[in-house]
């Protein structure tokens, strides 16, 4: 996995925090404190190279673990990683509720990533360009005011022709109180055709990825 081309293992960290190593680094997504929809979960305090947060809400951006906290829109060369954060509206109202997400897209391990975990706005023609179309997309789907429907994620991952999809940002069992999110089954349901893997808490890829649509559930 040190090698530059060798792939990637990405292990679930609850919400939408992943732990992306490859490449020679480790890339650290949406650390939380367990409020909101991630009351009662572990908060991710560890270590990485390089933190990638959706915006500053606590459940989404907040500053827990050790390493580089980005949040801001602009290009970065961090940790070996050439990384591009594009701003976008957190919400469906233009970001009049919320404010402004950042997506993400950077490459690791001989694949492209996205990471879009804490938005709901349509993507403009423009982020289509910027992200291209990414091996790896990871993206909400729970619903609520700041995060993409099964619906709406899976029309994303279809216009960005993802090779692998990662859920985030959804709910098991009864969801906490105050929580405006739901599982993550309407999104499988609405991303009809694609195969689904329910792999547990970590998954390694290796490109090349091929061209079926994959998405990969992680707990």
């Not at 908060?43 to 947060?53: K, N, Q």
């Not at 402004?100 to 360009?129: C, E, F, M, N």
Request: glycine share 16%.
């Amino acid at each position: 996995m040190a090698q530059k081309g060798g792939g990637v293992t990405i292990t679930s960290l609850g919400h939408s925090a992943l732990m992306i190593q490859g490449g020679g680094a480790r890339v650290l997504l949406n650390p939380f404190q367990a409020v909101g929809c991630a009351a009662g979960l572990s908060e991710p305090r560890v270590s990485a190279d390089v933190i990638l947060a959706s915006s500053l809400l606590k459940d989404e951006g907040a500053q827990v673990a050790s390493g580089k906290f980005l949040v801001k829109p602009g290009s970065y060369r961090l940790a070996g990683l050439q990384i591009e954060g594009i701003a976008a509206p957190h919400d469906r109202v233009g970001g009049r509720r919320f404010g402004k997400a950042t997506l993400w897209r950077w490459r690791q391990g001989g694949l492209d990533i996205a990471h879009l975990g804490g938005t709901a706005g349509s993507l403009s023609p423009a982020d289509r360009v910027l992200l291209g179309r990414p091996d790896v997309l990871i993206i909400g789907v729970g619903g609520g005011g700041k995060v993409y429907t099964g619906q709406e994620a899976a029309e994303v991952a279809r216009e960005l022709q993802a090779r692998r999809v990662i859920p985030v940002q959804f709910t098991s069992g009864k969801p906490p109180a105050g929580c405006d999110q739901g599982s993550v089954e309407p999104f499988l349901k609405a991303m009809a055709g694609a195969t689904v893997r329910r792999s547990g808490r970590s998954v390694s890829l290796v490109p090349p990825l091929g061209d079926g649509v994959v998405v990969e559930v992680l707990r």
